[in-house]
C-alpha cells in the first residue's frame, strides 16, 4: 500500500513544479482545483452508494449494471 501511495504521490510532487510553468500559474492552478472538485464530487457519490446498497465496490457494480457492471468495476480495480 505504501509503494503504490509513494508511487501516485512522489511521481506529482516531482513533476507539478514544471508543470506549472509549462501550463501557466493561473491556468494549472484553477485545473488543479477542478480535478480536486471532481474527485470530491465522484468519492461523496461512491460513499452515497455504498451506504445505500452496501457491499464491497465488485457487489455494487453487481446491483446497479448486472453481471456487466460487476466485470466492469472489477477491471477498473485491477486497471488502478
Known amino acids: 500500500m505504501f509503494t503504490i ?3 501516485f504521490v ?3 510532487v516531482l513533476y507539478t ?3 506549472f510553468i509549462n501550463g501557466g500559474y493561473v ?3 484553477i485545473t488543479m482545483i477542478a480535478a480536486l472538485v ?3 464530487y465522484c468519492a ?3 460513499l452515497d452508494t455504498r451506504a445505500k446498497i452496501g457491499g464491497s465496490f465488485s457487489e455494487i ?3 446497479t449494471w448486472g453481471k ?3 466485470t466492469l468495476v472489477d477491471v477498473a480495480l485491477v486497471g488502478s
Open 27 to 29: 491556468f494549472s492552478a
Open 5 to 7: 501511495f509513494k508511487g
Open 17 to 19: 513544479p514544471k508543470n
Open 10 to 12: 512522489g511521481s506529482g
Open 68 to 70: 456487466t457492471g460487476k
Open 38 to 40: 471532481l474527485t470530491l
Open 44 to 46: 461523496k457519490l461512491l
Open 61 to 63: 457494480g453487481e446491483k
